[in-house]
């Protein structure tokens, strides 16, 4: 099966190491790697590695391709992961 492709946007931000700024996009395509800090990446790293693969993930009464996730440290940056190129 094809890995899907799979964009993050960083919906918010106020990271205190200055990474990533509102509306930073990242596609991720072959690779699995994104330019994100490890906090950030080990926080939604399990839910991009679900979707890249076809999974459907719980959104309250839901199932979509998409979530949405904070950083762990107070919350400072938001980000949304979906699929992309679906036929």
């Not at 106020?14 to 509102?22: A, H, L, N, P, Q």
């Not at 719980?58 to 992961?81: L, M, Q």
Request: with cysteine.
């Amino acid at each position: 099966m094809e890995q899907k492709n799979i964009k993050l946007t960083i919906m918010k931000s106020k990271c205190r190491s200055g990474y990533f700024k509102e509306g930073d996009v990242f596609i991720l395509k072959d690779d699995i790697c994104p330019p994100l800090c490890a906090e950030l990446w080990n926080n939604i790293y399990h839910y991009v590695f679900a979707l890249q693969n076809g999974a459907m993930l719980d959104c309250g009464n839901t199932r979509e391709k998409f979530f949405d996730a904070k950083c762990p440290d107070e919350e400072r940056v938001w980000i949304h992961g979906e699929v992309i190129d679906e036929d």
